[in-house]
């Protein structure tokens, strides 16, 4: 809708609309200074422009928006140089330029040629999030910062590799105690300090201390300004504002949380905690200027924490990593350097490899692959917008069994490593690029080998050249994680969201409810807690990390002396995956207090981490297909589509847990008459890596999506394979081999006058196309969590399933009307048509449309068109136009983040580079490739 004013709004969300495009305000604004012929007034203006746009940036206070405001309405609002409709335009302006500091950027840019930089201090954990989160984070920096300096060391390998044993020694407590390591469950995690000697202590004596001094070196660099320099709106500044028809458009914020002037009022309430009586004189000195502050003695007086994560290297545990692995880490890699790259990988567990996704026996060359395609992948590298830095470190173990000297250990480590980088990924893998250049060869047997010494010394190293090490967080955040540690010492794992905001209203400086749900986001982001903000599970959060993978442990391990009148129960769940309600009990009353007291909590995280999930009752099926579809919206399609009306069995599948080979394949995807079989869908991922536990997550979605295929009265859920019932006479296999995953709809109606609902497969496919996506977005952040892998589909005219054989990039239809395929006995081409009829109806009618007229050269408007409508598909519409992910980085970053900037700037250079082939035909073409990219399933708009 358009509204008086001539702005452009769309209807929803808060009542109020959207704001206009930052082209368009900038347009607006330079139409303005263009009217204006007195220079004075013209540089009155920009003045009162460039405080408005840097306040929104840098400063955010509110201060700075009434004062301008005030300013423009009184000398320049009601004079002659300015009519009521530009009065009113400029008066938008200023709004939006405070509501938005991307725009107020732009605008500086774009009219003025001014960069007045971005809220610098904000992480860019922060940076991704919205306004509202760089708001908050911007204002809770004003009353003070401190640097964070943190290593969080991830120490990765297979079992009985000596990973406990290396911590150990790594650890002054550790090695001074001479602690026999013990096998790691699940995993460990110790938190210490960096010594001046380089060493590392626990610092569990010295939490205390260790704030204090956290505090006094924050504070002692705070300059707060007086009372006297505070502005304050009176009755006068809102009458104006009403007015000038101001008041209805002034953007209403949560009250700020208090500042420091106030906190020594506070501190006497809370004058019986121990950390209060160190704060106390800090802020007094800070305010008062009356006096000096205690020196406390540290241990250690380095800044700098180190948290070791000591992981089990058993295959039971690989597919929980997820939730540990990220980019603020530092990750050390161990092998056994007594193994042979081929040797077999052998474990007590039966079960060995499935749950990483390995075959029974693999080699320990597979288990390196493994660990590091994990690391690329959970690391989000995706999200960087500078050029990866190294983080990984390979170290080889049991130099004491090797033979030979020093040198020619070494000379064989070194080797060793070489080769196996070479064979698991080869000359130009991104993967290359996260391993530090220099590897380490031990002897855990030997507590004072200098070497331990060099490896503290280059993890520092390489922590410090990390991007957010030394980034700034908010000073009056540290009594709130000082008393999440102290929760962590009365061994509370999980906390409901009333335990959290009791302890952060009895600090002195409590955050407002903004500013608390953001800094759990963040203690979440940086791994210290697990913190979900959905409907389930927002009032609950996860204190020690470890918890998810005991609870996780409980599903997975064998049980000792279960009640024998559940015989029958175990064995279908030891065989079928499938878990009762008397087996769920019983491994919740052999568990950890902690875990069997808050089992309905343990349900809903397990389930939301799609680690089991609940099937459809069958019969309930046919009710709700004929209503699923009509009533559901657009908007709801952007999750998986799942059946309102169904009801679902008392029990779960926990998929990670099938055992059970398939059979052949070729019986579920070679179906002969009377079967009609849609074309073989394939995910493929892009890095040729693809976690296992995505298919497990994957399965899980679709046992509560729809009803579970049965065969001679068993459920079709394999190791690898699941078969679903979609509606009667109607099934959907999905399988996975390596890095691909596959899924084919077949139906057995004998009415073969009708074909195939194309409805029901194009919900099918965006059902598991954003549950990928939802799985990767717990590791690359948006817009790039698409590019993590791409869409294909087999040659129709493969009569028996071929792994990664014959498969046709579906983006590469959108180009052409035809494709080779080479895989079949005689060279031959794939339609359009043919390819896409099912999969991908809506997209195969787009790319059908004749598009002749487009092909002619791009000019500034088409540009400028693409740039201010393109909508979800930006950044995989840049891929498309042939820029890789490390250009696509640098230009989002030089453009501030600005969606409308960054798209322009890549159309022009794309422009330039093409030239006589940038032609608006091949433009519209990429759009629609990249449309198949896109998150949401929305109507879409027609650029050209």
């Given at each position: 809708m358009i509204?008086?004013e001539?702005?452009?709004?769309?209807?929803?969300?808060d009542?109020?609309g959207?704001?206009p495009t930052?082209?368009?305000?900038?347009?607006?604004?330079q139409?303005?200074?263009e009217?204006?012929?007195?220079?004075?007034?013209?540089?009155?203006?920009?003045?009162?422009?460039?405080?408005?746009?840097r306040?929104?940036v840098?400063?955010r206070?509110h201060?700075?928006?009434t004062?301008?405001?005030?300013?423009?309405?009184?000398?320049?609002?009601?004079?002659?140089h300015f009519?009521?409709g530009?009065?009113?335009?400029?008066?938008?302006t200023?709004i939006?330029?405070?509501k938005?500091?991307s725009?107020?950027k732009?605008v500086?840019?774009?009219?003025?040629?001014?960069?007045?930089?971005?809220?610098?201090?904000?992480?860019n954990?922060?940076k991704?999030?919205?306004?509202?989160a760089?708001?908050?984070?911007s204002?809770?920096?004003?009353?003070?910062?401190?640097?964070?300096k943190?290593?969080?060391?991830?120490v990765?390998g297979?079992?009985?590799v000596?990973?406990?044993?290396?911590?150990n020694?790594?650890?002054?407590?550790f090695?001074?105690?001479?602690?026999?390591?013990?096998s790691?469950?699940?995993?460990?995690?110790?938190?210490?300090?960096?010594m001046?000697?380089?060493?590392?202590?626990?610092?569990d004596?010295?939490k205390?201390?260790?704030?204090q001094?956290r505090f006094?070196?924050?504070?002692s660099?705070?300059?707060?300004?007086?009372?006297?320099n505070?502005?304050?709106?009176d009755?006068s500044d809102?009458?104006l504002?009403k007015?000038?028809?101001?008041a209805?458009?002034?953007?209403?914020?949560?009250?700020?949380?208090?500042?420091l002037e106030t906190?020594?009022?506070?501190?006497?309430?809370?004058?019986?905690?121990e950390i209060?009586?160190t704060?106390?004189p800090i802020?007094?000195?800070q305010?008062?200027?009356?006096q000096d502050?205690?020196?406390?003695s540290?241990?250690?007086?380095?800044?700098?924490?180190?948290?070791?994560?000591?992981f089990?290297?058993q295959?039971l545990?690989?597919?929980?990593h997820?939730?540990?692995?990220?980019?603020?880490?530092?990750?050390?890699?161990l092998m056994d350097?007594?193994?042979?790259?081929d040797?077999?990988?052998?474990e007590d567990?039966?079960a060995?490899?499935?749950w990483?996704?390995?075959?029974k026996?693999?080699?320990?060359?597979e288990?390196?692959?493994?660990?590091?395609?994990?690391?690329?992948?959970?690391?989000?590298?995706?999200s960087s917008?500078e050029?990866m830095k190294?983080s990984i470190?390979?170290?080889?173990?049991?130099?004491d069994?090797m033979t030979?000297?020093?040198d020619?250990?070494?000379m064989k480590?070194?080797?060793?490593?070489?080769?196996?980088?070479?064979?698991a990924?080869?000359?130009?893998?991104p993967?290359?690029?996260?391993?530090?250049k220099?590897?380490?060869?031990?002897?855990?047997l030997s507590?004072?080998?200098?070497v331990?010494n060099?490896l503290?010394t280059?993890?520092l190293?390489?922590?410090?050249k990390?991007?957010?090490?030394?980034?700034k967080?908010?000073?009056?955040?540290?009594?709130?994680?000082?008393?999440?540690?102290?929760?962590?010492?009365?061994r509370?794992?999980?906390l409901?969201m009333?335990d959290?905001?009791?302890a952060?209203?009895?600090n002195?400086?409590p955050?407002?409810?903004?500013?608390?749900k953001?800094?759990?986001e963040?203690q979440?982001?940086?791994?210290?807690?697990?913190?979900?903000?959905t409907?389930t599970l927002?009032?609950l959060?996860?204190?020690?990390p470890?918890?998810?993978?005991?609870?996780?442990k409980?599903?997975?391990?064998h049980?000792?002396?279960?009640?024998?009148l559940?015989?029958?129960a175990?064995n279908?769940?030891?065989?079928?995956a499938?878990l009762?309600?008397e087996?769920f009990t019983?491994?919740?009353?052999?568990?950890?207090?902690t875990?069997s007291d808050n089992?309905?909590d343990?349900?809903?995280y397990?389930e939301?981490?799609d680690?089991?999930?609940?099937p459809?009752?069958?019969?309930?099926?046919?009710?709700a297909?004929c209503?699923a579809?009509d009533h559901?919206?657009?908007?709801?399609k952007?999750?998986?589509?799942?059946h309102?009306?169904t009801?679902y069995l008392?029990?779960?599948?926990v998929?990670?847990?099938?055992k059970k080979p398939p059979?052949?394949i070729?019986?579920?995807?070679?179906?002969?008459?009377?079967?009609?079989?849609?074309q073989?869908l394939c995910?493929?991922?892009c890095?040729?890596?693809?976690?296992?536990s995505f298919?497990?997550r994957l399965?899980?979605v679709?046992?509560?999506?729809w009803?579970?295929?049965?065969a001679?009265?068993?459920?079709?859920?394999?190791?690898?394979?699941?078969v679903?019932?979609?509606?009667?006479?109607?099934?959907?296999?999905?399988w996975y081999?390596?890095?691909?995953?596959?899924?084919?709809?077949?139906?057995?109606?004998?009415?073969h006058?009708?074909d195939?609902?194309?409805t029901l497969?194009?919900?099918v496919?965006?059902?598991?196309?954003?549950?990928?996506?939802n799985?990767i977005?717990?590791?690359v952040?948006n817009?790039?969590t698409?590019t993590?892998?791409e869409?294909?589909?087999?040659?129709?005219?493969?009569?028996?399933?071929?792994?990664?054989?014959?498969?046709?990039?579906?983006k590469?239809?959108?180009y052409?009307?035809e494709?080779?395929?080479?895989?079949c006995?005689?060279?031959?081409?794939?339609e359009?048509?043919?390819?896409?009829?099912?999969?991908?109806?809506n997209?195969?009618?787009?790319?059908?449309?004749?598009?002749?007229?487009?092909?002619?050269?791009?000019q500034?408007?088409?540009?400028?068109?693409v740039?201010k409508?393109?909508?979800?598909?930006?950044?995989?519409l840049?891929?498309?136009?042939?820029?890789?992910?490390?250009?696509?980085?640098?230009?989002?970053?030089e453009?501030?983040?600005v969606?409308?900037?960054?798209?322009n700037?890549?159309?022009?250079?794309?422009?330039e580079?093409y030239?006589?082939?940038?032609?608006?035909?091949?433009?519209?073409?990429?759009i629609?490739?990249?449309?198949?990219?896109?998150?949401?399933?929305?109507?879409?708009t027609?650029?050209?």
């Amino acid at each position: 809708m358009i509204d008086p004013e001539g702005t452009k709004t769309i209807e929803g969300g808060d009542g109020g609309g959207i704001e206009p495009t930052a082209s368009e305000v900038a347009r607006d604004l330079q139409i303005v200074e263009e009217s204006i012929k007195d220079e004075k007034i013209k540089k009155d203006l920009q003045d009162i422009i460039s405080k408005i746009s840097r306040g929104s940036v840098q400063e955010r206070s509110h201060h700075i928006l009434t004062e301008n405001l005030k300013s423009f309405a009184t000398n320049l609002g009601s004079s002659v140089h300015f009519s009521l409709g530009q009065t009113k335009q400029i008066i938008k302006t200023i709004i939006v330029l405070w509501k938005t500091p991307s725009i107020a950027k732009h605008v500086m840019k774009e009219v003025y040629n001014e960069d007045i930089g971005d809220a610098t201090d904000v992480p860019n954990d922060v940076k991704n999030m919205d306004e509202k989160a760089i708001e908050i984070y911007s204002k809770a920096l004003k009353d003070g910062v401190e640097e964070i300096k943190n290593i969080r060391l991830m120490v990765l390998g297979m079992f009985g590799v000596g990973k406990t044993s290396l911590v150990n020694n790594m650890i002054k407590d550790f090695r001074d105690k001479n602690i026999v390591p013990q096998s790691t469950e699940g995993i460990d995690l110790h938190r210490c300090q960096l010594m001046e000697n380089g060493d590392w202590c626990l610092d569990d004596e010295h939490k205390l201390t260790k704030y204090q001094s956290r505090f006094k070196k924050g504070y002692s660099e705070i300059t707060i300004p007086p009372l006297s320099n505070m502005s304050v709106r009176d009755d006068s500044d809102i009458k104006l504002m009403k007015d000038n028809h101001v008041a209805s458009n002034i953007p209403v914020t949560q009250s700020d949380t208090r500042s420091l002037e106030t906190i020594a009022k506070s501190v006497k309430e809370h004058i019986e905690q121990e950390i209060v009586r160190t704060v106390l004189p800090i802020v007094e000195v800070q305010t008062m200027r009356q006096q000096d502050i205690k020196q406390v003695s540290l241990k250690s007086k380095t800044n700098t924490t180190v948290s070791v994560w000591d992981f089990a290297g058993q295959t039971l545990y690989y597919s929980t990593h997820q939730f540990f692995l990220n980019k603020r880490s530092i990750y050390l890699v161990l092998m056994d350097m007594t193994k042979g790259l081929d040797d077999p990988v052998k474990e007590d567990d039966e079960a060995s490899g499935i749950w990483c996704g390995l075959m029974k026996d693999c080699k320990y060359l597979e288990v390196f692959k493994f660990w590091l395609n994990a690391i690329h992948m959970y690391s989000g590298h995706q999200s960087s917008t500078e050029k990866m830095k190294p983080s990984i470190i390979l170290v080889g173990t049991r130099k004491d069994e090797m033979t030979g000297n020093n040198d020619e250990k070494e000379m064989k480590s070194d080797k060793y490593f070489q080769e196996a980088l070479r064979r698991a990924f080869g000359e130009g893998s991104p993967i290359l690029q996260h391993i530090h250049k220099r590897k380490f060869l031990v002897d855990n047997l030997s507590k004072g080998d200098p070497v331990f010494n060099q490896l503290r010394t280059e993890i520092l190293g390489l922590a410090q050249k990390q991007d957010y090490w030394g980034e700034k967080s908010p000073l009056r955040w540290i009594p709130l994680e000082q008393k999440l540690d102290a929760l962590r010492d009365e061994r509370k794992q999980l906390l409901k969201m009333e335990d959290i905001e009791q302890a952060n209203e009895s600090n002195v400086h409590p955050l407002a409810v903004d500013e608390l749900k953001l800094f759990l986001e963040i203690q979440h982001k940086h791994g210290n807690i697990l913190y979900f903000n959905t409907d389930t599970l927002k009032n609950l959060i996860v204190l020690a990390p470890q918890w998810i993978i005991q609870a996780f442990k409980r599903f997975i391990t064998h049980i000792m002396h279960t009640n024998p009148l559940n015989l029958d129960a175990w064995n279908d769940y030891m065989d079928l995956a499938i878990l009762k309600h008397e087996v769920f009990t019983e491994i919740m009353d052999s568990s950890e207090k902690t875990i069997s007291d808050n089992r309905d909590d343990v349900i809903k995280y397990m389930e939301h981490l799609d680690v089991m999930a609940k099937p459809l009752k069958l019969e309930e099926v046919k009710e709700a297909e004929c209503t699923a579809a009509d009533h559901q919206t657009e908007e709801d399609k952007t999750e998986p589509v799942v059946h309102g009306h169904t009801k679902y069995l008392d029990f779960h599948i926990v998929p990670c847990r099938l055992k059970k080979p398939p059979p052949p394949i070729s019986k579920f995807t070679s179906r002969p008459e009377p079967f009609r079989n849609t074309q073989v869908l394939c995910f493929v991922f892009c890095e040729k890596f693809m976690p296992p536990s995505f298919f497990h997550r994957l399965v899980a979605v679709c046992i509560r999506t729809w009803p579970i295929s049965k065969a001679e009265n068993k459920n079709q859920l394999y190791n690898g394979l699941a078969v679903f019932v979609l509606r009667p006479a109607y099934t959907l296999t999905i399988w996975y081999e390596d890095h691909i995953i596959y899924a084919r709809i077949s139906s057995c109606s004998k009415k073969h006058v009708s074909d195939i609902d194309v409805t029901l497969c194009q919900d099918v496919r965006h059902t598991l196309r954003i549950s990928l996506l939802n799985f990767i977005g717990q590791s690359v952040e948006n817009p790039r969590t698409a590019t993590a892998f791409e869409e294909y589909i087999q040659c129709p005219s493969m009569q028996t399933f071929s792994h990664n054989k014959g498969i046709l990039r579906v983006k590469e239809f959108m180009y052409e009307n035809e494709l080779n395929c080479e895989s079949c006995a005689e060279l031959h081409t794939v339609e359009r048509a043919e390819a896409l009829q099912y999969w991908f109806k809506n997209e195969l009618e787009q790319a059908d449309k004749n598009d002749d007229a487009l092909n002619r050269p791009a000019q500034d408007s088409d540009l400028l068109h693409v740039a201010k409508s393109v909508g979800d598909e930006f950044w995989m519409l840049g891929r498309e136009l042939g820029f890789n992910d490390k250009r696509m980085n640098e230009l989002y970053a030089e453009c501030g983040h600005v969606q409308y900037r960054f798209v322009n700037r890549y159309l022009s250079e794309w422009r330039e580079s093409y030239r006589g082939q940038a032609t608006v035909q091949r433009l519209n073409r990429a759009i629609n490739a990249a449309r198949l990219s896109c998150s949401k399933k929305t109507k879409k708009t027609v650029l050209f």
